[in-house]
């Protein structure tokens, strides 16, 4: 039991602190460099708008970040759990090798949404309500995709038992519910104010939320073989 209440702390903690990088790497980055990209990219000035709204951070932080991380909360054991060497009395749980973990996986999961951001302006009409929500949306699928990369520690995501935690697949799907909802129903685009995404649009964000999970499991499956060997 204290080692089941360990690995759920580390899992809660790190996957809020890579959803937290990666949403201040987004807005660091576009505000910061955002109008020099576009200008390398389109040889033109004034395509920079704001990724994210307060509210949609605060929307991000408390659901979208909070159900899956309480879910993560009350992952069940693995089944090697009593088979791994103890954990040092020491040992922090924000270690250094923790920390470079929660950094690289922060950074590859903004990838997506800068793609979003830099490519929407170009491949859509000047709408920047729809830019920004497409950023949003994009960002939200990806960090709710993330979880199942930290169910089973350095470790990928095609494993047997992927779904067991069935509280988790609830938070997840509650989530992406709940984002559909503040888009498309006008009392909640009154509050978050994003923009009604159309068939194309949810294909960018689907391609842009995958891909960085997929890159996130395939370089935690070469740490773990490493490891292993």
Not at 127 to 135: R, W
Not at 136 to 155: A, G, K, P, S
Request: aromatic letters at 14%; a positive charge; glycine letters at 4%.
């Amino acid at each position: 039991e204290g080692r089941v209440i360990y690995d759920n702390l580390k899992k809660f903690i790190l996957f809020l602190l890579s959803c937290n990088i990666s949403e201040v790497l987004i807005m660091f980055i576009s505000i910061v460099v955002g109008d020099y990209i576009f200008f390398l990219i389109t040889g033109q000035r004034g395509f920079i708008y704001i990724p994210l709204l307060p509210v949609q951070i605060l929307w991000m932080n408390l659901i979208t970040d909070g159900l899956p991380a309480m879910a993560l909360g009350i992952d069940p054991p693995e089944k090697n759990i009593m088979e791994r060497k103890a954990t040092k009395k020491k040992e922090p749980i924000l270690s250094s090798r923790r920390l470079l973990l929660v950094g690289w996986q922060g950074f590859i999961m903004t990838l997506g949404a800068l793609f979003i951001y830099f490519s929407a302006p170009i491949f859509f009409s000047d709408q920047p309500h729809i830019f920004q929500t497409m950023v949003f949306t994009t960002l939200v699928i990806t960090q709710l995709l993330h979880t199942y990369n930290f169910r089973f520690e350095d470790r990928g995501l095609f494993r047997k038992d992927i779904f067991s935690n069935k509280y988790l697949n609830l938070a997840v799907l509650v989530s992406v519910l709940l984002q559909v909802t503040i888009i498309y129903v006008p009392w909640f685009q009154d509050v978050f104010e994003p923009a009604s995404l159309s068939i194309e649009n949810w294909l960018l964000i689907a391609v842009s939320s995958i891909v960085p999970v997929l890159l996130i499991n395939f370089i935690n499956e070469v740490i773990y073989k490493r490891r292993g060997s």
